[in-house]
């Protein structure tokens, strides 16, 4: 069983920055990936990044240079920070865990609202 939650979420100007954070709790399992997702108004949920427990990453190619992921594992916390934001990355932002075992199973928190204005 684990609990995620985000926060840091707001309005921003285009070009302007923020720093989202998801706190997890629980049994968290020594190898798991953490992903960031995000659903813009009218659209699917899209891949943003992911972080590996062996601190590997991988971004979308929309947030390449711009977004960055990283973890505190003392704080069972990540952390996305996006800069130079684009009106196109408005969206409710969501954390996925998941461990990685014989059976994963995938956890999302309840998503963060970002909103960047021209």
């Known amino acids: 069983q684990v609990k995620l939650v985000e926060s840091g979420g707001g309005l921003a100007q285009a070009g302007g920055s923020l720093r989202l954070s998801c706190a997890a709790s629980?049994?968290?399992?020594?190898?798991?990936?953490m992903y960031w997702y995000r659903q813009a108004p009218g659209k699917n949920r899209e891949w943003v990044a992911w972080?590996?427990?062996?601190?590997?990453?991988n971004y979308a190619d929309s947030v390449k240079g711009r977004f960055t992921i990283s973890r505190d594992a003392a704080k069972n916390t990540v952390y996305l920070q996006m800069n130079t934001l684009k009106r196109e990355d408005t969206a409710l932002y969501y954390c996925?865990?998941?461990?990685?075992?014989?059976?994963?199973?995938?956890?999302w928190g309840s998503g963060t609202q970002v909103t960047v204005s021209s």
């Open positions: 996925k865990y998941r461990p990685i075992s014989s059976s994963p199973r995938d956890y």
């Open positions: 629980g049994s968290i399992e020594s190898s798991y990936a």
């Open positions: 972080i590996t427990s062996g601190s590997i990453r």
